[in-house]
């Protein structure tokens, strides 16, 4: 069997491996629900979850099925957008039995999934530079950290935990302005001058992906504010996922975009 083939058999396997872990999930789903655990047509947040977990279940199996097509140096940076989406398709099918079972809001599940996924999104960026001959470890660690400050802060600036009480508009502000800091990096700072000398593709790509991080992130903080008179968590809910699928599938999907352009480029001067 050549490199290629084994390569498909690869990623098939770990399609149908995730197809299997889709169907057990629905399944134990059903056994936990309250009731006859069928949804209901009035319930638009619990058709969010769903929509989103379907969504992220689809945009790993397609990452996954389009590493194979690109050049070598484009395939981590393909790999880690199939974990954002698939990580959070895992736990999105927990966020969503936690609705149906108690119509309460997965705060600390969220959390969990944006603790890992959200420094993978943020690496995505020193990929997309190392790809291209530019990154420095300097610049990894300093959105990496960024992102772990914005997280850690927003968490506890939301959960109920008393010695914390009466901090949380100053820690919401720590997270916020962690948050700014990663935007100044990408529009102005290290990564914007490196990313200069890049081909057309990835440059798009890595300015889409900049847009989506400025734009499609300001809702948490929106959200966080939306949050606080506490009459706003069916809206707040639904936001989040909509926000959840297109910062973590459109982000992927730049990835997708910059790997096979700069792939036909190089393919193109041999």
């Known amino acids: 069997m050549n490199k290629s083939n084994l390569t498909r058999t690869s990623s098939l396997i770990l399609v149908g491996t995730l197809s299997l872990l889709a169907i057990g ?138 010695a914390v009480d009466g901090m949380e508009y100053p820690l919401f502000a720590i997270g916020v302005l962690a948050w700014l800091y990663i935007i100044y990096e990408l529009w102005a700072g290290e990564a914007k001058e490196k990313v200069g000398d890049a081909s057309e593709g990835t440059q798009f790509a890595f300015k889409s992906m900049a847009i989506i991080l400025t734009v499609g992130w300001a809702i948490y903080p929106l959200g966080w504010l939306m949050g606080q008179d506490g009459n706003n968590e069916n809206a707040l809910n639904v936001l989040y996922n909509i926000a959840d699928v297109v910062n973590k599938t459109a982000f992927g999907m730049m990835v997708w975009y910059a790997a096979t352009m700069d792939t036909k480029a190089s393919s193109s001067e041999e």
């Not at 609705?99 to 997965?106: F, H, L």
């Open 25 to 162: 999930n629905a399944s134990a789903s059903y056994d936990h629900i309250a009731g006859d655990g069928i949804l209901k047509d009035t319930d638009m947040v619990g058709v969010s979850f769903w929509l989103a977990t379907a969504m992220m279940l689809a945009s790993t199996v397609f990452f996954i099925m389009e590493r194979q097509n690109v050049a070598p140096k484009w395939r981590t940076s393909m790999t880690v957008a199939a974990l954002v989406t698939g990580i959070a398709w895992y736990h999105y099918t927990y966020m969503r039995e936690h609705w149906e079972v108690t119509g309460e809001s997965p705060l600390v599940m969220r959390y969990i999934d944006w603790l890992i996924t959200v420094p993978l999104q943020v690496s995505e960026f020193y990929l997309i530079l190392a790809a291209i001959g530019a990154a420095s470890a300097v610049l990894f660690w300093k959105l990496f950290g960024a992102s772990i400050i914005m997280l850690v802060a927003g968490f506890l600036s939301e959960a109920d935990i008393d």
